[in-house]
């Protein structure tokens, strides 16, 4: 059982940046990989960055590539998720999620675990 508890979200400019933590409580955090995913209101929950289990892979959806950085901590049982260059089209609730899965995931199916979601707006 893992359990998810994003934080950071809020209210930024465009071309602005912001930084999301994902908290999790387990004694295996290190054995899961880790995404997040985005929701905006009207349209489905979609992939946006996925790492492995001991951080030497990512991955990144096309619309966040070279903006968003994902990383982890296992020490602290932690997934960051660093924004920059934010645009309006990145306004969206973001979900963590964890999955009991060696390799990057981009597919909600390959995540067991998710978090509450925190809100993201980005103003143009």
């Known amino acids: 059982q893992v359990q998810l508890v994003e934080s950071g979200g809020g209210l930024v400019q465009a071309g602005g940046s912001l930084r999301l933590s994902c908290a999790a409580s387990s004694r295996t955090f290190s054995g899961y990989s880790m995404g997040w995913f985005r929701q905006a209101p009207g349209k489905e929950r979609e992939f946006v960055a996925g790492i492995s289990w001991r951080g030497m892979s990512t991955y990144y959806a096309d619309s966040v590539k070279g903006r968003f950085t994902i990383s982890r901590d296992n020490d602290k049982n932690s997934v960051y998720l660093e924004m920059s260059s934010l645009k309006a089209e990145d306004t969206a609730v973001y979900y963590c999620?964890?999955?009991?899965?060696?390799?990057?995931?981009?597919?909600?199916?390959?995540?067991?675990?998710w978090g509450q979601g925190t809100q993201v707006t980005v103003s143009s």
């Open positions: 999620a964890a999955g009991r899965t060696s390799v990057v995931v981009t597919t909600r199916l390959g995540y067991a675990y």
